[in-house]
């Protein structure tokens, strides 16, 4: 890996592991799973998760972003 948290090298692990991931596959799965972080942490009786709930909306726009360039194209 070249770059830290390339997600196109993630996609080629996981298509390596039988897992073919699509872009717009991957576009729902971290979309729900980041707003089920968000949810969840307040429940939960870690202040950990807090602080990653706390930085994920202003993460989420750049690793969409980011999920969007995997088949290197824009849309």
């Not at 707003?35 to 969409?64: G, N, R």
């Amino acid at each position: 890996m070249k770059k830290a948290y390339d997600l196109k090298v993630l996609g080629e692990k996981l298509k390596a592991k039988g897992l073919e991931v699509a872009e717009d596959s991957l576009k729902v799965l971290v979309a729900e799973t980041l707003d089920w972080v968000q949810e969840s942490a307040p429940l939960s009786a870690s202040t950990v998760d807090d602080y990653a709930a706390m930085a994920i909306p202003f993460m989420k726009p750049k690793i969409m972003e980011a999920i969007d360039k995997i088949d290197g194209q824009v849309g």
